[in-house]
């Protein structure tokens, strides 16, 4: 598995940082890619989170949101992907700056 980072050069919407692809490389899922997370820098600028992939639907004009990817039991399985995003990240920023 590799983290594919594309930043969002355009700054819009504010405090979004790069958007992430999981590309799969072996087993049943290679050769596929699953997409939807976005780096964002946290309100306050304190670090940062990752957003994972969603369906939105409205309820009684209520907009709310289903998780497309989810633990089957152990609730912080999602914590280890969200780390190897952030490093992904993190090793994109700094080849970055050493380009620059």
Known sequence: MTIKITPNDKGNPPGKLADAEVHFGDGPMEGLKLIGFSI?????GNGRNVTFPARSYVVNGDRRS??????????TAQGKLRDLILEAFQEYEERAAIAS
């Open 40 to 44: 964002w820098e946290r309100r306050g």
């Open 66 to 75: 289903f998780a497309l990817l989810r633990p089957i039991v152990d609730s």
